[in-house]
């Protein structure tokens, strides 16, 4: 064995590839990785076995070249000799082994670098799926302020397309005064080294938003910090973007129209242009073709015809893009370069045209523009004969160096002092990587070399192989290098050199790094996710989903999200859910589940369908948020707006919407119902005599005992101060709707036992009925209040029935009201004032220039309704007296109060508190923000001289 044959054996059998030679398809030579792959342990047993006992599939049979091209490169199936197939990918190169024209075989084993990078692959889709869907807003900053990374949720809030965020600054993206203030925060962050909790002001275009951002710092793994995240949550830019994108979608329509124009005219033109140079095409030896930027032939001229075997017409119908020999010759790649860069390339290719025709050739590749428009000029020069010819001097360094160069990994060796013998083009050109590096920034080190160095000089002072990774720098961004050194032993005992073999494992390093920072989004969102298998089996959960739900990570995982499950949506709702997610791959909605305590909660719903590279179902992941006190809250406003305050029985809106449901059942079905109001006899006198808070506890017994002598299907509502109004339905007669009526008397004269006292009253009762009395729920109202008059009328204690004579009651009121409009008129009546306080100066209230405002009074109360609020054009809301008396005790007054004020605030109108009688209800309101008070504290109700007298004396103390 000479010295080469000896170093190519040492290269062979510590390359990290299989490397096999054959002649006729039969094994003459076979590298110990080999043997791996195949499932031998003895190299000289493959000899002589034939290749296709191994292979699934046909192999490339490249003819001998002089000087050896980049092998081509595909995936192929190997049998083992256990019967187990392998995945590989395999290179050939043709050379002449033993004066035999012969092939050499590179296989690499794809089995595991697939898994793992299927599962990596997975894995970035899922984490970059949660990031995009969750509905925080969410962004990556390096340390100088530049954005990393931004969802589409950010995107949105700033008008830009998600690519072009990164790289960009605060500056760049908001106004100054706000890009100052997210600049400081950031700093903040960064100096403190941990998370904070900001709530941060940005107004987008006249908008103004507000935003709960946690930010904080993302740290590698030696725990130095490389970058600041941050999660908000905002989706009122939702429309915005949607606006933004339909005009963009439709300047992209009109600029694709027209590109296709201009091309249409590019291409007549060109047509024309040619058609002048025809004659000189027609006469030149060599092969001219000219192609559209898009690949379509144009032109072929009689010499290319009889080249490639084909008509001109027949080259005029093909395009580039879509011929296998261009593209197994690598043209397509070297157009596309020349294409884009405008430069010219010669080639040299051996291939086998589309009609048959084999050939060497040598070709030159040129652009030029017709118009503005790329085109593509191709000459060829057969050199097939010459190409045979210089064949016939390939030899073994060829086949050396065939192996070294077109390794896809750096190859170097060195002698036992540390000199290189020997690099491959990879390490060529990393090496003229590192001294462009070094000529930009001549203070940068270059400790990857001396490490390299060192790994040499160990590996020939121990006889033992060494792995190191190394850290290259490059043109843009460093490259990882996984570097494997072997000793190679010479006639003495000693090492005579130092193979090394790299591996570029920078996609790896890459994809770890942007699972860690996908991995920390995931773990620090506010939001709780879920990510389960197809088959719904929990594979992660988040810090979120454990503080939301009660469960530990380690409960859930596993286990099905049926343990989340509730009683409050039927089955019909999950079939409904699963159906969408299989045919949209998406759900999203309100849904009751229970916590790990028993304690039911309403969360809203993402559901997402990440599928395989097939489309099959893979994952599901699941991004909720608790929406349980939002509910609550939009439940206790509408309880307000239809409900009693003092009682919590119905209100009048809501009354009269029964009665009106109550009165369309009747007239379908025929049957009768009554209207009955109950006034209690003497309260005022209760009221004034024993204080406001004792009266309203008789009105809660009073109203919860009508409620408890009533059927289920009955209505008790409080439409007054002291007044009650009943529906009942389904009656059989007057009598049976009078039996209730003296039942309801005699339960309301029993006593009333209150703190300190106890009680008797007594109340009248007026009764309509449907269908004698009236079919309208304003009428039979009116006509039930007539007859509780005429009970009140009788001495109290007892109840009527509406007779039609009450009707003329009602004209004398009319009567009395005329009266009352013609005293105003003739100045006969008196008016008394009662001064308003602004509770933040403790001035009086400034009279208003011109014009009146309009107030809604006692409201909460009787006839009030939130729909007023929005029905009329009022100025004023005023807080009624009997939930500010007891505020400053009952906690459930107070809130009300509250309520009114944020009700009234966020409708921009001057919120006034009535019934103001001592220093502890005015610092109370004071201190709940209420800007105006009324009451005896600061004035009862006076004549005008008495007010005029007053304001004076105000005034002068102020």
């Not at 000289?44 to 081509?72: H, K, M, N, Y």
């Amino acid at each position: 064995m000479n010295r080469a044959d000896h170093h190519l054996h040492l290269l062979t059998d510590n390359s990290l590839d299989a490397i096999f030679i054959t002649i006729g398809g039969v094994f003459v030579y076979a590298n110990a990785q080999t043997c791996r792959l195949l499932g031998d342990t003895r190299p000289d047993s493959l000899i002589g076995q034939p290749l296709a006992r191994f292979c699934t599939g046909e192999l490339p049979t490249p003819a001998l070249p002089a000087v050896a091209p980049a092998p081509a490169s595909l995936r192929q199936t190997l049998q083992r000799l256990d019967g187990r197939p392998v995945i590989v990918e395999l290179r050939c190169a043709p050379f002449r082994f033993n004066d035999q024209e012969a092939v050499l075989f590179f296989a690499r084993d794809l089995s595991a670098l697939n898994n793992a990078g299927d599962a990596m692959a997975q894995q970035q889709i899922l984490l970059r799926a949660i990031i995009d869907h969750s509905t925080a807003v969410i962004f990556v900053k390096d340390p100088d302020g530049r954005y990393l990374l931004a969802n589409r949720h950010f995107a949105g809030l700033v008008g830009r397309d998600p690519d072009t965020i990164p790289g960009c600054s605060d500056a760049d993206l908001f106004p100054a005064d706000i890009a100052r203030a997210f600049q400081q925060r950031d700093r903040e962050v960064l100096q403190q080294g941990q998370s904070c909790e900001f709530e941060e002001h940005a107004c987008v275009g006249a908008e103004e938003r507000t935003f709960l951002t946690i930010k904080f710092p993302l740290r590698d793994r030696h725990g130095d910090i490389y970058a600041l995240c941050g999660i908000a949550t905002d989706i009122t830019a939702r429309k915005a973007a949607e606006a933004a994108l339909l005009e963009l979608n439709r300047t992209l329509e009109q600029r694709i129209e027209e590109r296709t124009e201009a091309l249409t005219r590019t291409d007549q033109q060109l047509r024309q242009a040619l058609t002048l140079n025809e004659r000189i095409l027609m006469t030149s030896s060599s092969a001219i073709l000219v192609f559209r930027e898009d690949g379509q032939c144009i032109l072929a001229n009689p010499a290319a015809a009889r080249m490639t075997g084909g008509s001109r017409e027949q080259l005029e119908a093909q395009n580039f893009r879509t011929l296998s020999p261009w593209n197994e010759a690598g043209l397509i790649q070297a157009a596309d370069r020349v294409l884009k860069a405008g430069t010219t390339e010669l080639l040299e290719r051996q291939l086998i045209t589309t009609f048959g025709a084999e050939l060497w050739a040598e070709m030159q590749l040129s652009r030029f523009d017709i118009d503005g428009s790329a085109h593509l000029l191709l000459m060829m020069q057969d050199i097939t004969d010459k190409r045979r010819a210089e064949e016939a001097l390939a030899n073994r360094e060829l086949a050396y160096r065939t192996l070294a160069s077109n390794s896809p990994d750096a190859i170097l060796r060195y002698a036992p002092d540390g000199r290189v013998l020997y690099m491959n083009p990879v390490v060529e050109r990393m090496l003229t990587r590192l001294r462009q590096c070094r000529a930009q920034s001549p203070q940068l080190e270059q400790p990857e070399l001396a490490e390299l160095e060192r790994a040499v000089r160990a590996v020939v002072e121990s006889g033992e192989p060494r792995e190191l990774e190394l850290l290259v720098p490059g043109d843009e961004d460093a490259r990882y290098l996984s570097v494997r050194l072997v000793p190679e032993y010479g006639p003495t005992d000693t090492p005579s050199s130092v193979l090394a073999v790299g591996r570029d494992v920078t996609a790896l390093k890459n994809a770890e790094k942007e699972l860690r920072l996908a991995a920390s989004v995931f773990h620090a969102s506010a939001e709780g996710v879920m990510i389960t298998d197809a088959n719904g089996v929990i594979l992660s959960v988040n810090p979120a989903f454990t503080e939301i739900t009660g469960y530990s990570r380690e409960e859930a995982l596993g286990n099905s999200p049926r343990m989340l499950r509730s009683d409050r949506q039927p089955p019909e709702f999950y079939r409904r859910m699963w159906q969408e997610l299989s045919t949209q791959g998406q759900w999203q909605g309100e849904i009751w589940n229970r916590r790990r305590d028993g304690q039911a909660y309403l969360e809203w719903l993402t559901i997402n369908r990440i599928d395989d590279d097939r489309g099959n179902p893979a994952r599901y992941v699941a991004v909720f948020h608790d929406i349980t006190e939002l509910r609550r809250k939009d439940e206790h406003i509408h309880r307000l707006a239809f409900h009693d305050a003092l009682t919590g029985l119905p209100n009048r809106e809501l009354l009269l919407e029964r009665l009106q449901q109550a009165l369309e059942r009747a007239a379908r079905e025929g049957r009768r119902l009554s209207i009955t109001f109950i006034d209690l006899d003497r309260f005022k006198g209760f009221n004034d005599a024993l204080g406001h808070d004792v009266g309203d506890s008789l009105l809660q017994q009073i109203g919860e005992r009508l409620r408890a002598r009533l059927r289920a299907s009955d209505t008790v509502a409080r439409v007054g101060g002291d007044e009650f109004v009943v529906l009942m339905e389904n009656l059989h007669s007057a009598r049976q709707c009078a039996a209730k009526a003296q039942q309801l008397l005699d339960e309301i004269a029993r006593p009333v036992v209150l703190p300190g006292y106890e009680l008797e009253i007594s109340a009248s009762m007026g009764m309509a009925f449907y269908p004698e009395d009236g079919d309208h729920p304003m009428e039979l109202m009116k006509r039930a209040d007539m007859a509780m008059y005429a009970a009140k009328g009788a001495g109290g204690d007892t109840y009527r029935f509406f007779r039609e004579e009450m009707l003329e009651r009602t004209a004398h009121r009319l009567r009395i009201e005329m009266d009352l409009r013609r005293a105003l008129s003739n100045d006969e009546l008196e008016l008394h004032y009662q001064p308003k306080i602004d509770l933040s100066s403790g001035l009086l209230t400034e009279l208003r220039a011109a014009g009146v405002r309009v107030a809604v009074d006692e409201f909460g109360t009787g006839y009030s309704s939130l729909a007023y609020l929005r029905r009329l054009p009022l100025d004023i809301l005023k807080i009624d007296r009997s939930f500010v008396l007891d505020a400053v005790d009952n906690e459930e007054d107070a809130q009300i109060v509250r309520t009114i004020l944020a009700l009234g605030q966020s409708l921009r109108m001057e919120v006034v508190a009535e019934g103001i009688e001592n220093e502890r209800q005015a610092s109370l309101l004071r201190g709940l923000g209420c800007d105006r008070a009324q009451g005896y504290l600061y004035g009862r109700p006076m004549t005008p001289p008495q007010f005029a007298d007053w304001l004076t004396s105000s005034c002068q103390t102020h």
